[in-house]
T-cell receptor, first 113, second 119 residues
Framework: RKEVEQDPGPFNVPEGATVAFNCTYS??????FFWYRQDCRKEPKLLMS???SGNEDGRFTAQLNRASQYISLLIRDSKLSDSATYLC??????????????FGAGTRLAVHP | DAGVIQSPRHEVTEMGQEVTLRCKPI?????LFWYRQTMMRGLELLIY????????DSGMPEDRFSAKMPNASFSTLKIQPSEPRDSAVYFC?????????????????FGPGTRLTVL
């Protein structure tokens, strides 16, 4: 079983739609969680952290369910510019404070007019 | 502010040749990561340096791969000899991490990557 699993998509949605991605992780000792965004042929960039209480940043909402070991990302009112690959990232954390990130393979989102 | 700088941006080489990828982290960052990204395997951590010292190289595929960080502002990843299966995008990332940070997270900033093709 992969350490971090995501539906690769693609998710094809019209502008204005609401879309949700889920991600599951295998290691219950994982310490922190993130969503990164990667545009085509570009580097990954941090989109948002995921907190146990859930957090919102504009049109984006992230949720964490530790009991079920899954993370979600909700995008409301999709824009053309949201088209990208969204990477689910888990911080395994190792001794000495080293933040070892495990990346999911990504979910591709295509927003069309 | 300059972000993480990588060179070359593209590299095409023939099987058996030596390839050297270069990275300049963000000034003031003390942690440097080399990643490899392919369609099949996604983004994988190859090696992690903290204060110029290799801490975790468990992701380095085999002895053909080596990485160095002679000072805080420069790192190299070398593949010798290269093989077609090494074709991938190689990313360098940097961050500032406290030794006692534990579960706290300091964002990793990625460079633009080097797209390597081995024929």
């Amino acid at each position: 079983r992969k350490e971090v699993e995501q539906d690769p998509g693609p998710f094809n949605v019209p502008e204005g739609a609401t879309v949700a991605f889920n991600c599951t992780y295998s290691n219950s000792a994982s310490q922190s969680f993130f969503w990164y965004r990667q545009d085509c042929r570009k580097e990954p960039k941090l989109l948002m952290s995921v907190y146990s209480s859930g957090n919102e940043d504009g049109r984006f909402t992230a949720q964490l369910n530790r009991a079920s070991q899954y993370i979600s990302l909700l995008i409301r009112d999709s824009k053309l510019s949201d088209s990208a690959t969204y990477l689910c990232v888990v911080n395994m954390g190792v001794s000495g404070g080293y933040n070892k990130l495990i990346f999911g393979a990504g979910t591709r989102l295509a927003v069309h007019p | 502010d300059a972000g993480v700088i990588q060179s070359p941006r593209h590299e095409v080489t023939e099987m058996g040749q030596e390839v050297t990828l270069r990275c300049k982290p963000i000034s003031g960052h003390n942690s440097l990561f080399w990643y490899r990204q392919t369609m099949m395997r996604g983004l994988e951590l190859l090696i992690y340096f903290n204060n110029n010292v290799p801490i975790d190289d468990s992701g380095m595929p085999e002895d053909r791969f080596s990485a160095k960080m002679p000072n805080a502002s420069f790192s190299t990843l070398k593949i010798q000899p290269s093989e077609p299966r090494d074709s991938a995008v190689y990313f360098c990332a940097s961050s500032f991490q406290l030794e006692t940070s534990g579960a706290s997270y300091n964002e990793q900033f990625f460079g633009p990557g080097t797209r390597l093709t081995v024929l």
